[in-house]
């Protein structure tokens, strides 16, 4: 691997819970160690990925450092799609899914060891109605519970904990969804349809135990009822899925058609009601620093 030289570090100020101006110095000392010039860019929610997407054609950085959650991420990676810097994550957001898929831990120690080492994953990421897709889209039930979470002033778990209850009164499930495959055609019905490129959500909970994020494809998951005990099986992330709960359909493009609008979600952001879902593994790759 190519010495460090310029790094880029995007931070995104109002993400999570997470001291900012300590992980930047910790992060300056670091680039000082290695002799390499430091870029610092802070996210303000005003045209941040053309802007981000600029400095990097105007800069030849060796490595782009993000220090928030899914959203910040997604955004720098879509601002890097032409190029083939890696990048290393600093969870520092609300949803830290895809720093879970990978096996970061959450201390900031190894996260800075891992954002300068030289072990890299090129991971897969799927195309959703044009939209770039990082670990798991859904649509249904997980969707309209992010939707009424973003709604209310409680954060973390505990937010998704009070949101669930009038999320299940108030819900219209089951969903029918009529899924389009490459050599066939399935109508079901279920209480959530995910995309999954990976094994969890951001909140850890493991719904596509055999998921691989570099594999060239991903996973349909059909959830077919509200089952109470499957959930908590999920939740405390044991690796066998009951078939009569969730049916899995690896695959490496499908369309889906809902009779009525349906919830959509695609790494933790709520997109809006959908009818028509389009989904295909993307040509583009990230390369992410990992353990």
Not at 126 to 141: A, F, S, T
Not at 171 to 176: G, I, L, N, T, V
């Amino acid at each position: 691997m190519e010495e460090i030289k310029k790094v880029l570090l995007i931070v995104n100020p109002i993400s999570g819970d997470r001291n900012k101006e300590n992980i930047i110095e910790r992060v300056a000392v670091e680039v000082k160690k290695i002799n390499a010039e430091l870029k610092t860019y802070r996210t303000t929610g005003e045209n941040d990925q053309e802007k981000i997407q600029k400095l990097v054609e105007e800069s030849n950085f060796d490595r782009v450092l993000i220090v928030g959650g899914d959203g910040t991420i997604k955004q720098v990676a879509e601002g890097l799609k032409e190029t083939e810097i890696p990048i290393a994550i600093i969870s520092a957001g609300s949803a830290n899914g895809l720093a879970l898929n990978l096996g970061i831990p959450n201390n900031l120690k190894e996260q800075i060891k891992i954002a300068f080492g030289h072990n890299m994953t090129q991971m897969d990421t799927l195309d959703v109605n044009g939209e770039l897709c990082l670990h798991i889209g859904d649509l249904g039930l997980n969707a309209e519970l992010i939707k009424n979470y973003h709604n209310s002033n409680i954060r973390g778990k505990v937010g998704y904990l009070l949101q669930s209850v009038p999320t299940l009164w108030e819900s219209k499930y089951p969903f029918e969804f009529e899924i389009k495959l490459e050599d066939r055609s399935l109508t079901k019905k279920g209480i959530l349809l995910a995309f999954a490129n990976a094994k969890k959500y951001g909140t850890g909970a493991n719904v596509n135990p055999k998921g691989k994020i570099n594999d060239g494809v991903f996973e349909i998951l059909l959830f077919k009822n509200f089952d109470i005990l499957e959930i908590l099986k999920t939740l405390r992330n044991e690796t066998d899925v009951n078939s009569e709960f969730v049916e899995i359909i690896p695959v490496k493009e499908v369309q889906v058609f809902c009779k009525k609008p349906v919830a959509f979600q695609i790494d933790g952001e709520y997109i809006g009601e959908k009818e028509e879902i389009s989904v295909k593994i993307s040509p583009k790759k990230l390369l992410i620093m990992t353990l």
